[in-house]
């Protein structure tokens, strides 16, 4: 039993079971985009998490380049302009 373990069970806290491993990184698999074609083919754990934080950082580079454009934009315009208000109340 390894030590990571060990303080688990120490601690009171659930174990999860390797089943329900495989079944959280099915799903996440299915939530991947362009993996959803790839279900019937088995991918390692480890390759899921991969792509997993490949597409989560990715994300993280669009929200800030929206945010960017976004600030842009705003700076741009009136701020008593109907523009203005319109994506004030989209981001509201």
Do not use: F, W
């Amino acid at each position: 039993m390894s030590s990571r373990r060990s303080r688990q069970s120490s601690s009171g806290a659930s174990r999860i079971t390797d089943d329900q491993i495989i079944q959280l990184i099915s799903k996440l698999q299915q939530l991947l985009p362009g993996t959803r074609i790839q279900r019937s083919n088995k991918s390692s754990a480890s390759k899921v998490l991969q792509e997993t934080c490949t597409y989560v950082r990715s994300l993280h580079r669009e929200v800030d380049d929206l945010s960017d454009r976004l600030s842009q934009l705003l700076s741009t315009i009136d701020a008593d302009s109907p523009e203005a208000s319109i994506i004030r109340s989209l981001i509201m």
